[in-house]
């Protein structure tokens, strides 16, 4: 068995999460070869005839696309690891400025750099737009997190090499959640910040913008287990990912208003910064985009003006 | 004009490359380090609220995400205007140690240690850590067990082993429980052994090999509290190229002395003093800076070091073993305050209100340097302006001059074999740049090495 990992645009966290397997580690590589990883080994290329390829990270430039469409070719299975592979990730968040915005802030308008700065252009060109991995080529798994959580890996990954097939859970993040549902009374919607919840109850219902019912589980609610809501960081769950008319901005306002008995157009006014606390990990996806009810198409049109 | 092209450089976080220009003769004309990627934060937090800033930059890098979360959660303590509870702090601090044990035990033992342990004339399909892993599997092993206790102490302290989450403004979210310390405490112990018995390794490692390679001189910027080695709490100390004092800084103050610019040829931009001179964050430059590191193994190791470089070395290669003796003094660190029993206390975080300071500037020590976070909010702390300065933008220069002497070392006739490719990426790799941070402003740098030879 023939193992490849490819990394696009991300941060390597993915990679690192397979190193996370720690001891089990060595079980894998005395039952797999891994041809091709260029963070931990020396191979410049992936090779041919790779059995199983791991994909990280969005594509953002050309470099990317290039990278990816040839490990396509070579990889019997490709594997998009990770959230920014499975729907552009943070690195799609770029995708609220224009590419010429970007680098005139980063290379121009941060305060320790001059305004005449220049502006790198013998260097692989940025797409139009970020995608991720499924945007562009034809992927066999999508394995979700942010990354994938160590319990998940330790499940999918020996299995995949041993070419077993396995029954996975299809539950939401709130469904691995210990907190329950206590009275919700004069509800608004309070930032991340504000007030120290309290550690029993919910925290969408205390007023915080939990994600956790519109985000994929195998996380073991981690967050609001630690006290802080889910900022959605495994990508949308199941039921938004099958339905085309669910979106994560749809469904949220659904729920609080179920939850509230406030009127959904009351609710919707209460959300701020929308793209980053609601999108911040699917807005680089198309098929995130494309849902009729999705706000992505409103807000990298609002923002890029 | 030839051209070769080797790339990614390997074994090092993310992208990035190397381009060699060739004269008529086939002798090398210069050579750069090239960075080919760039993700673009520091414009799309624009319109973030600022507590998402420490959920989102820790995305940056999935080697030190831990850096990036503190640095911005430091940020917004001020623009909140708030300190965290004793406790607080005590796990932010903590939590650096987690990321410093498993970053500079991967680098070390994962990435570094091949070169020196396999050597060049290994293969490269197995010039890894999985090649380590079969010709010395103890090293291996221990290396796992070192760098699973670092994970497992981030993921303690702050929620998840990669990109935690815990810290936010005024303090921590979770406490951490007697349970986990107890068991954290016994790991801890266990890496220190380990850290100690490796340092026979470590010392001996640079044995028989020219330091001299690489050579650059540059001042040196890191942290410090009041002379002693410090990562989360101190101001950051500038040293010229003459080894003297330039001043310091702790808070906005800092664009007063660093400035930044870039290149055509590649994305990850460089920073220098105001004035000129270059300088160089990181292990090295910490060591350089730092009266002693406040535990008794590191600083028996660092006056070996010290013996042996004396007490300001510009060798590039030294930060091999700066690292190895900051890896010991992390677990040091962390045997230490695991034991304190204020560690488990339950006042963690100090309650928020409205914005008090519009500009809020973290700094923190990462793995691989001084890291700078620097937010404008407005009053409703809706982000406005952000700069990002990270360790590898800081030693872009030094690994650009550095590959340039190197291939000045290696390219023969006009060629560079794969071994001697490998001399040139070692240098590279001695900073362990991170290149996720380092193109933390739009993409990823894949590191090419190309050859141009011009006619
Ligand atoms: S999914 Fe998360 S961990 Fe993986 S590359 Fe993207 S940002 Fe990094
Ligand atoms: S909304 Fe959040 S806090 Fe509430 S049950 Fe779901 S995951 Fe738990
Ligand atoms: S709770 Fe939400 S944000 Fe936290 S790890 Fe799980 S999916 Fe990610």
């Known amino acids: 068995m023939k193992i490849a990992i490819e990394e696009l645009a991300g941060c390597s966290g993915c990679t690192i999460a397979v190193l996370d397997l720690h001891e089990m580690l060595l079980d894998v590589v005395a039952e797999a070869e891994i041809v091709y990883s260029p963070v931990i080994m020396d191979v410049k290329e992936p090779p041919e005839g790779i059995d199983i390829a791991f994909v990280t990270g969005a594509v953002r430039n050309e470099e990317n696309r290039e990278r990816l469409e040839k490990i396509r070719k070579r990889a019997k299975t490709l594997v998009a690891l990770g959230t920014c592979a499975c729907y552009g990730g943070i690195s799609g968040l770029s995708m609220l400025n224009s590419n010429v915005d970007l680098f005139s802030c980063v290379y121009r308008e941060v305060e320790t750099v001059k305004p005449d700065g220049v502006i790198p252009t013998d260097v692989p060109p940025f797409l139009y737009r970020a995608f991720a991995v499924g945007d562009l080529v034809k992927v066999d798994y999508y394995v979700t997190g942010c990354p994938p959580k160590e319990a998940f890996l330790k499940k999918i990954i020996p299995a995949m090499v041993a070419g077993d097939t396995l029954e996975l859970s299809r539950k939401s993040v709130c469904s691995e959640c210990d907190r329950i549902m206590g009275p919700v009374e004069n509800w608004t919607l309070k930032r991340r910040h504000e007030g120290v919840p309290d550690r029993e109850h919910c925290l969408l219902g205390q007023g915080y913008l939990c994600l956790g019912s519109v985000t994929f589980g195998r996380c073991a609610a981690t967050c609001p287990k630690n006290n802080i809501p889910c900022h959605g960081c495994n990508g949308p769950s199941l039921d938004i990912l099958r339905e085309p008319c669910r979106d994560i901005h749809g469904m949220m306002v659904r729920r609080i208003s179920d939850l509230t008995d406030k009127p959904q157009k009351e609710v919707e006014k209460e959300f701020y910064d929308v793209a980053h606390t609601m999108y911040a990990f699917t807005i680089g996806s198309l098929i995130m985009e494309d849902k009729e009810t999705s706000k992505i198409r409103d807000l990298v049109k609002e923002r890029s003006k | ?455």
């Open chain 2, 1 to 455: 004009m030839k051209e070769i092209t080797i790339s990614p450089v390997t074994r090092i976080e993310g992208h990035a490359g190397v381009r060699i220009f060739l004269n008529d003769r086939g002798e090398v004309d210069s050579a750069h380090f090239q960075v080919v990627e760039l993700r673009g934060f520091e414009k799309f937090l624009i319109g973030a609220a600022i507590e998402e800033a420490p959920r989102i930059t820790p995305r940056i890098c999935g080697i030190c995400p831990s850096a990036h979360h503190l640095a911005a959660a430091k940020a917004t303590d001020q623009i909140f205007g708030v300190e965290p509870p004793a406790t607080g702090k005590k796990l932010r601090e903590l939590l650096n140690v987690g990321q410093f044990v498993h970053s500079h035990a991967l680098h070390f033992f994962m990435l570094a240690a091949p070169d020196f342990i396999l050597g060049h004339d290994c293969p490269a399909e197995s010039r890894n850590v999985i090649g380590l892993a079969r010709q010395s599997p103890e090293i291996a092993k221990k290396a796992i067990a070192v760098r699973k206790f670092g994970q497992r102490l981030t993921e303690a302290v702050g929620g998840k082993p990669i990109h935690p989450a815990n810290a936010l403004p005024g303090g921590m979210s979770a406490p951490l429980t007697e349970g986990k310390r107890a068991e954290l405490a016994v790991m801890a112990d266990e890496a220190l052994g380990i850290a100690r018995e490796g340092w026979d390794l470590a010392r001996n490692l640079l044995d028989g090999v020219d330091t001299e390679i690489g050579a650059v001189r540059t001042g040196f910027v890191g942290m410090t509290n009041q002379g002693v080695y410090s990562t989360y709490d101190g101001s950051a100390a500038m040293l010229g190229p003459d080894g003297g004092r330039v001043g310091s800084f702790s808070g906005p103050e800092y664009t007063n002395f660093i400035e930044e610019y870039s290149e055509d040829w590649s994305y990850l931009k460089f920073a220098r003093f105001k004035g000129g001179d270059y300088y160089r964050v990181g292990p090295l430059a910490r060591l350089n800076i730092v009266e002693k590191m406040g535990t008794e193994h590191a600083d028996a190791a660092l006056a070996e070091y010290r013996e042996r470089f004396g007490t300001g070395t510009q060798a590039a290669l030294a930060y091999h073993l700066a690292r190895y003796i900051e890896f010991i003094a992390s677990c040091e660190r962390a045997v230490q305050l695991l034991s304190d029993p204020g560690i488990t206390a339950p006042d963690i975080r100090t309650p928020v209100g409205a914005v008090v300071n519009r500009r809020g500037v973290g700094i923190v020590e990462a793995p691989r340097g001084t890291l700078i976070h620097d937010y404008t909010v407005n009053e409703a702390g809706i982000i406005e302006r952000c700069n990002l300065i990270v360790a590898t933008c800081q030693n872009n220069y030094a690994m650009d001059r550095g590959v340039e002497d190197m291939a000045r070392r290696v390219v023969e006739n006009g060629a560079l074999t794969e071994a001697a490719a490998n001399r040139i990426e070692m240098i590279i790799r001695a900073y362990d740049p991170c290149i996720s941070c380092a193109t933390h402003a739009i993409g990823k740098m894949p590191l090419k090495i190309e050859c141009v030879r011009r006619t």
